[in-house]
C-alpha cells in the first residue's frame, strides 16, 4: 500500500513546468489530497520494500503522507513517539537508520541525504536499520515517517469445565488461554490466569470477564458464560427424569416451541432465554434452531441421564403461502474404507445447509469430503421469505465400495461346533464360528450359513462343510472340512445296538491278471464305507474307514471283518481300529505289487520286462501352463492324440486341453510289459480358478500314473469343484 501512494506521489512529472537552471528545485504543483506538496518530477527506482528518488529539491515533509519533527530535521539524533501515537522510537547517525516499532503499529520511514530521498515499507522490508550512506554514497541529512495504520494484537482466552457430581459442590473451571490474560469471576473474588482452576462449585452458570495485557486485546467476546453441568455418576442419590419435546416453527412465523416434561421438581433454563421451567410448561414463540437445555434436580435428588442437552426446534411449510426453493444433496461412496466419501449439496440459490456433527455451512455447489460411510443428518434453510419444498431435515448416506483397493485381505478363520443328539431325538446341531467374512455350506442341507449361525434337528453323523471367504476376507485355514455329530443319552435308555460287520472276498491272481480284493455285500451288515472308493488290487498298501448304520455299533471281540488270505499274492490286514464307541472302523489292507509265482505261472524271464509311467502338472495361477512327463525303460513306444512321441522327455500342455496318451510295445516279441502296466491315460488339464485364494498345492509333480496296478487317481481340487477323473484301460499283459 505503501509503494502505490509513494509512487503516485513521486513520479507524477509535471514536464510542463520544467526545471531551473543550475540545479533549481522542481515546479511545484498541487496533488490530491495533498494541497501545495511539490512533486518529484523524478523517476522512483523501486527496490523490494525501498523506494529511492534522486531529486536534490525533494524533502522527507514535502512527501505525502510523511511528518518530520524538528528533532528529526538533523543528520544524527534519536525520536521516541508519544501518546497517543506512540509507535516506537529511531535512531540515526549520520550513516545507519534504525527502528523500533511497539506491537501493532506500522509505520513507514523517509531517508534524506544528499539529493537522494528513501522511503522505506517497514512491512515489507527484513529486518529493523538501513545503511543509508552504503546504499546511496550520501550522509544523513534528515529523517521523516508516516503511520500507516494500527493493529491491535490479539490474544485467546477461553476457559472449561468439569460438571458437578452426585450435588457435592466438586465442579470446576478451568481458565486456559495466552499467557498475561487474567479473568474474573462474576460473584466469587479474585483473578485468575491461564492454567488455574477454580473447583468447589455448584452446577449452574458462570459470567466470565477476560483482561487482556497492556497493548493488546482479546480474540472473541471478553465477557462470556461458562456452565458448570451437573451428572449422578455412580451416586447413591434417588433419581428424576428430564426430557423434553418440541414442535416445529411453521411457514417461517417463529411459531415453534418446546414442552418441558420429567418428574416433579426438576426445573430447567435454556441458554440466552430468561426464566426457568418446570413440567408441563411450554416455551413458544421459537424459530427454529437448536436450543441447549439444562435440567436441574430437586435437592437430595440427582438428575437421571445427562443433565444437559439439546432440544431442535424443526421448520416445517404446511399450509404456507410463502414461496418454495428446492434443497437436495447427493453423495459419493466412500472407497476402500479411505475416508474418501463425499456429499455435494444442491438447490436455489440463497439455500444453506448444515450437517450435524461438522462445523460450518454450506451452500449449493458446495462439496464436503473426507467422509467416512454412514448416514449424515443434514439441514436445509431457506432464505428469508422461503420455505424449503419438503423436508428441511433429512438423511444423506454415504455409502461404502471395494474398487481397485490396494488394502490386503482381512483374515477369517472357518470353524463349527457341533452339539450331539440326544436320545436319538434328531436334535443335534451345528453351530458356525463367529469370525466375520465366512460363508457356509453344508453338503446335503439347502442354504447357505453365516457366522453365528446354527442349523438344529441333525442326526447323529459326519457333516462334510465347505467355507468360502467373503469379498475383502481371506480363510487362514481349509475351506473343507466335516464335524461330527455324536450320540449321548441323558436322562433317557440308551438303545439295543445291533452288530455291524464288515467282510471282504479276494480275488487270487493269475498269471495275467493280479489279485484284488471286494466288499462282500451279502455278508457285510449295518456298515457303510465313508472313503475311497473301494477298489482294490496290486496296490502295496491302503486304508478303508466304514461308519456303523444307526442302531448298531462295531464289536471288536466278535470280529467285525475277515479276509481269507491264503495263496500267491494273497491280502494282508496291517492293523485295524474300532472308535471307543464302536461307530467307526478303519482296516488298512495291503497286497503284494508283484506276481513272482513261477511254478504257477511258468519262466517269467523269457523276455525282457518294460514298463512305462506318465506324470503331470496342472496350469497354475502363475501364467505357467500344464505339463506331462513320459518316463519308460527301452522297449515302449508312445503317442499322444494318435501322434507318436519321444520317450523320457517333458510336454507342455495348454489349459483345456484333454491328450490321449498311451503306451505300446515297439515289438511284442521282443519286450513285454510288467504285471499291471497301465497303457492308457486320459488327462485333462483345467485353468487355475480363485487364484486370489489359498489353494492346494499338488507337489512335486507327483501325480504318477505308473501303473503297477494302480486302478484310478481322484484329485479333488479344494474350493473349485474341479474333479478331474483318470481313468485306466486294462492291458493285458504280453508274453
Known amino acids: 500500500m505503501l509503494h502505490k501512494r509513494l509512487l503516485a506521489a513521486a513520479t507524477a512529472t509535471f ?32 527496490t523490494g520494500a525501498v523506494t529511492t528518488i534522486d531529486d536534490n529539491g525533494l524533502t522527507c515533509d514535502k512527501v505525502d503522507g510523511y511528518s518530520k519533527p524538528d528533532s528529526m530535521n538533523a543528520s544524527s539524533g534519536t525520536y521516541t513517539a508519544q501518546a497517543p501515537d506512540a509507535w516506537g522510537s529511531v535512531s540515526w547517525d549520520g550513516s545507519v537508520f534504525s527502528w523500533s516499532l511497539n506491537s501493532g503499529w506500522d509505520v513507514d520511514f523517509c531517508v534524506k541525504g544528499g539529493t537522494k530521498v528513501v522511503l522505506i515499507d517497514t512491512s515489507e522490508f527484513d529486518g529493523t536499520s538501513y545503511d543509508f550512506k552504503s546504499a546511496t554514497g550520501n550522509g544523513i541529512s534528515h529523517v521523516g515517517f508516516d503511520i500507516i495504520g494500527f493493529t491491535l494484537p490479539l490474544v485467546a482466552a477461553s476457559t472449561s469445565s468439569t460438571p458437578e457430581n452426585c450435588l457435592d459442590g ?14 474474573t469471576v462474576e460473584g466469587i473474588d479474585g483473578t485468575f490466569e491461564p492454567g488455574d482452576v477454580l473447583d468447589g462449585l455448584n452446577a449452574g452458570e458462570y459470567e466470565i ?32 427424569e428430564a426430557s423434553t419435546s418440541s414442535t416445529p416453527e411453521n411457514c417461517l412465523d417463529g411459531n415453534g416451541s418446546i414442552t418441558f416434561a420429567g418428574d416433579e421438581g426438576v426445573t430447567y433454563t435454556v441458554e440466552g432465554i430468561d426464566g426457568t421451567f418446570e413440567p408441563g410448561d411450554v416455551l413458544d414463540g421459537l424459530n427454529a434452531g437448536e436450543y441447549e437445555i439444562t435440567a436441574i434436580a430437586p435437592s437430595g435428588y440427582g438428575i437421571g441421564g445427562d443433565a444437559s442437552f439439546t432440544e431442535t426446534v424443526g421448520s416445517t411449510s404446511i399450509l404456507c403461502t410463502l414461496p418454495l426453493v428446492e434443497a437436495s444433496t447427493s453423495s459419493s461412496p466412500e472407497n476402500c474404507l479411505d475416508g474418501n466419501g463425499s456429499i455435494t449439496f444442491i438447490g436455489d440459490e440463497g439455500v444453506t445447509f448444515t450437517v450435524e456433527g461438522i462445523d460450518g455451512t454450506f451452500e449449493p455447489g458446495d462439496e464436503l469430503d473426507g467422509l467416512n460411510a454412514g448416514d449424515y443428518e443434514i439441514t436445509a ?27 490386503e485381505p482381512l483374515d477369517a478363520t472357518a470353524s463349527a461346533d457341533p452339539t450331539p443328539t440326544n436320545c436319538l431325538d434328531g436334535n443335534g446341531s451345528i453351530t458356525f464360528g463367529d469370525d466375520a467374512g465366512v ?3 453344508v453338503e446335503g442341507i439347502e442354504g447357505e450359513f453365516g457366522p453365528g449361525d446354527t442349523i438344529d434337528n441333525l442326526t447323529a453323523g459326519e457333516y462334510a462343510i465347505t467355507a468360502t471367504a467373503d469379498e475383502g476376507y481371506e480363510l487362514t485355514n481349509s475351506g473343507e472340512f466335516s464335524v461330527e455329530v455324536e450320540f449321548e443319552f441323558v436322562d433317557c435308555e440308551p438303545p439295543t445296538f445291533g452288530t455291524a460287520s464288515v467282510t471282504f472276498d479276494w480275488t487270487a491272481p493269475t ?86 509265482d513261477t511254478v504257477l505261472c511258468g519262466d517269467l524271464t523269457t523276455k525282457p520286462l518294460t514298463e512305462g509311467s506318465v506324470t503331470f502338472t496342472q496350469p497354475d495361477c502363475l501364467g505357467n501352463p500344464g505339463s506331462f512327463t513320459l518316463s519308460n525303460e527301452p522297449g515302449v513306444v508312445w503317442t499322444v492324440d494318435g501322434v507318436v512321441v519321444e520317450g523320457n522327455k517333458t510336454y507342455t500342455a495348454a489349459a483345456g486341453s484333454t491328450p490321449t496318451i498311451v503306451a505300446s510295445l515297439v515289438d511284442s516279441e521282443e519286450f513285454g510289459f510288467q504285471p499291471g502296466q497301465q497303457t492308457v491315460w486320459n488327462l485333462s488339464f483345467i485353468a487355475p480358478t480363485n487364484c486370489d485364494l489359498t489353494t492346494l498345492a499338488i507337489t512335486g509333480a507327483s501325480n504318477a500314473l505308473s501303473g503297477l496296478g494302480m486302478v484310478a487317481i481322484l484329485i479333488m481340487m479344494a474350493g473349485t469343484g474341479l474333479v478331474v477323473a483318470r481313468r485306466r484301460e486294462a492291458a493285458r499283459i504280453q508274453g
Open 511 to 596: 498269471c495275467e491278471l493280479p489279485g484284488a480284493v471286494s466288499i462282500n455285500e451279502e455278508l457285510t451288515s449295518n456298515a457303510v464305507l465313508i472313503e475311497p472308493e473301494f477298489e482294490m488290487a496290486a496296490m502295496s498298501e491302503q486304508t478303508f474307514t466304514f461308519r456303523a448304520a444307526v442302531d448298531s455299533v462295531f464289536s471288536a471281540s466278535e470280529g467285525p471283518f475277515l479276509i481269507p488270505a491264503t495263496g500267491p499274492g494273497a491280502p494282508t490286514i496291517i492293523s485295524t481300529e474300532i472308535t471307543e464307541e464302536g461307530t467307526l472302523l478303519t482296516v488298512v489292507i495291503s497286497i503284494p505289487a508283484k506276481i513272482v
Open 170 to 183: 466438586n465442579g470446576s473451571i478451568t481458565f486456559a488461554g495466552d499467557e498475561g490474560v487474567t479473568y
Open 209 to 240: 470477564t477476560a483482561i487482556a495485557p497492556s497493548g493488546y486485546g482479546i480474540d472473541g467476546d471478553a465477557s462470556f458464560t461458562e456452565t458448570v453441568g451437573s451428572t449422578s455418576i455412580d451416586c447413591e442419590l434417588p433419581l428424576v
Open 15 to 46: 514536464l510542463a513546468l520544467g526545471m531551473a537552471v543550475g540545479g533549481a528545485s522542481p515546479a511545484m504543483a498541487a496533488k490530491p489530497g495533498d494541497a501545495g506538496k511539490p512533486v518529484s518530477s523524478s523517476t522512483p527506482v523501486v
Open 381 to 407: 434453510s431457506a432464505p428469508s421469505g422461503y420455505g424449503i419444498d419438503g423436508d428441511a431435515t433429512f438423511t444423506e448416506t454415504v455409502g461404502s465400495t471395494s474398487v481397485d483397493c490396494p488394502v
Open 439 to 441: 460363508t457356509y455350506t
